[in-house]
């Protein structure tokens, strides 16, 4: 079964500021997920690779097979990125394994 | 652009009370899933359903859980007699499942809070 950490588990910046979010994961996967949950509970999908590097707009994802981990970068950090990110691995029979997320608030 | 809906948003019922929790996945989507999160913890898969029939479930999904894809549209999570810890954030998600692989992005639906007194 594989487990997912991320850390920090916390993170307040302020805005502007370029954050960084990481996520490793126990057992080899096909696919890495990013994800973010709105305070009224909803999930966005940001991001699934299994490989390299995806960027849109301001947020970057990447992965590194070998070391089984995965990182978000958001540049130029804005209030209204201040969301719940969650990294979630798998999804295809078995569903996905998801993270504990990392709550991220962006002060003004 | 297409989304995955659900209904009700929330559900409030009694301890050992049927509920049948209802999702409207994208329409060419072939993969589908349950998934719950109890308050202040994290998501959990429950199920995943594909060609009309469950693919995988977790130990969480035990007897009193059911899922059916009754016609061709909605796709439906039953529990059959509600326990207190059946409290929580149900979420349906569906996937494109490209052709040789069904690792897609999944997209999710609002979700249903269900509240068992």
């Not at chain 2, 959990?44 to 859980?65: A, G, P, R, W």
């Amino acid at each position: 079964k594989n487990e997912v950490e991320q850390s920090p588990q916390n993170l307040t910046a302020q805005e502007g500021e370029f954050i960084t979010i990481n996520c490793s994961y126990s057992v080899g996967i096909s696919a890495l997920h990013w994800l973010q949950q709105h305070p009224g509970g909803g999930i966005v999908s940001l991001f699934m690779l299994s490989s390299g590097k995806k960027k849109h707009g301001r947020l970057i994802a990447t992965i590194n097979i070998q070391e089984k981990h995965s990182s978000l970068h958001i540049t130029a950090s804005h209030p209204r990125d201040s969301a719940v990110y969650i990294c979630a691995v798998g999804g295809g029979a078995d569903g996905l394994t998801f993270g504990k997320g990392t709550h991220l608030i962006i002060q003004p | 652009e297409p989304e995955v809906t659900q209904t009700p948003s929330h559900q409030v019922t009694q301890m050992g009370q049927e509920v049948i929790l209802r999702c409207v996945p994208i329409s060419n989507h072939l993969y589908f899933y349950w998934y719950r999160q109890i308050l202040g913890q994290k998501v959990e898969f429950l199920v995943s359903f594909y060609n009309n029939e469950i693919s995988e479930k977790s130990e969480i999904f035990d007897d009193q859980f059911s899922v059916e894809r009754p016609d061709g549209s909605n796709f439906t999570l039953k529990i059959r007699s509600t326990k207190l810890e059946d409290s929580a954030m149900y979420f349906c998600a569906s996937n494109g499942g490209r052709m040789g692989t069904s690792y897609n992005e999944q997209f999710f639906g609002p979700g249903t809070r269900l509240t068992v007194l």
